[in-house]
């Protein structure tokens, strides 16, 4: 399996930035850590293992990122008025720094990665399709814990009131969101149930799957799961 990695400085990160990716060919899917791991976290977990079929045969490649916001959150170093500033400045990070390194990877300017994310990094899947739906084409949230400040907001505002809003609410209509949670131990089902909720009632389709008790927040889970999800997008 090929593997390429990228290391670089930018304005927007206090840190170098990282980009790794696995395969040769195939739709782009961005998938991010877990809880604020690293940027290889999927392959020692064994994740990238089980999406081997997907990706040796051409039908995707896997990128990912340090979950460097995440970490921050986490580890309590961020707090009250310091969340949005520095939650901002990682979205620009993925906007202006990841996807145009993607689009040059893929020799595709105007190509459309795919979010993908278990657990806190099902969250940052769903925040950064609901922030740019003009550029990334779907989000695949397993396991999701959402705490609101990693960015899965859906408080939108009015359609009608800011013509933004209005243009980025008719292009998420447009976008596929697809939940899927167990219901087993350390799982919270109730998060992926509001989220799907609050994007019907925008009208942005969704799709939610609960998987039952035997189910559990676990890579076990996520290495099972996440390979079927993903075919039915590519």
Not at 11 to 21: G, K, Q, W
Request: net charge neutral; proline share 6%; charged share 25%.
């Amino acid at each position: 399996m090929q593997k390429q990695a990228w290391t670089w400085t930018t304005p927007r990160l206090s840190e170098p930035a990282r980009l790794v990716r696995w395969g040769h060919f195939g739709a782009p899917v961005l998938i991010f850590p877990t809880a604020g791991g690293d940027f290889e976290e999927l392959e020692r977990f064994h994740l990238i293992s089980a999406l081997g079929e997907l990706i040796e045969g051409g039908r995707m490649k896997a990128y990912s990122v340090d979950g460097l916001w995440t970490r921050a959150y986490l580890s309590s170093k961020v707090a009250g008025a310091d969340c949005a500033p520095l939650r901002n400045a990682y979205d620009s990070y993925l906007y202006e720094d990841v996807l145009p390194r993607i689009r040059a990877d893929c020799q595709d300017p105007r190509i459309e990665p795919i979010l993908a994310g278990a657990s806190r990094g099902a969250s940052m899947a769903i925040g950064t399709l609901l922030r740019h739906p003009e550029v990334f084409r779907a989000a695949i949230a397993v396991s999701l814990i959402d705490d609101s400040v990693t960015g899965c907001s859906t408080d939108f505002s009015p359609p009608g009131a800011v013509p933004e809003a209005r243009t980025r609410l008719e292009k998420l209509r447009r976008r596929s969101f697809i939940l899927g949670t167990g219901e087993g131990d350390y799982e919270r089902p109730a998060d992926s149930r509001r989220l799907s909720e609050a994007l019907a009632a925008q009208g942005i389709p969704c799709r939610l799957t609960l998987w039952g008790i035997s189910r559990q927040h676990t890579w076990a889970t996520w290495r099972d799961v996440l390979p079927g999800l993903l075919a039915e997008q590519l």
